[in-house]
């Protein structure tokens, strides 16, 4: 099984994750906290990343940034998801990083998230 790990303070996306990838070799670990993610993902290697823009206590790019410099991500697909479209600001910083990004519209489509979690999506 490989591994989605979430950072996202919305249970619902979890919950839509959750249901999306029943019957797929992915399983979700979910965290709605910077520190836990972080922490977890210095610990364990997933097979994919979505962390949301829009966070209670830190901007996602900004978490982005903190992963960088706490994790070695490797080739491991790492997004940055937002229910609206991201600032060329902002999307500057995460393509600087080297991650994707996505709108949670992908969330309505099966096989377009599959393909964004192997990496065969930008």
Same mark, same amino acid.
């Given at each position: ?36 993610? /972080? ?12 962390? $949301?823009?829009? @966070?209670?206590?830190? *901007? +996602? ?35 600087? /990083? ?12 099966? $096989?377009?998230? @599959?393909?964004?979690? *192997? +990496?065969?999506?930008?």
């Amino acid at each position: 099984m490989k591994e989605l790990v979430l950072l996202d303070d919305d249970s619902m996306v979890a919950v839509r994750l959750e249901r999306m990838l029943r019957r797929t070799d992915w399983t979700l670990k979910y965290f709605t906290a910077e520190e836990p993610f /972080l922490d977890y993902l210095a610990q364990n290697v997933s097979a994919a990343l979505l962390v $949301d823009e829009y @966070l209670p206590r830190n *901007e +996602g790019h900004k978490v982005l940034s903190n992963l960088v410099e706490r994790v070695d991500t490797g080739s491991t697909p790492v997004y940055l998801i937002s229910s609206v479209e991201l600032t060329p600001e902002v999307s500057g910083k995460v393509r600087e /990083l080297g991650f994707g990004f996505a709108v949670k519209d992908i969330l309505c489509d099966r $096989d377009a998230l @599959l393909s964004l979690l *192997e +990496g065969k999506a930008a």
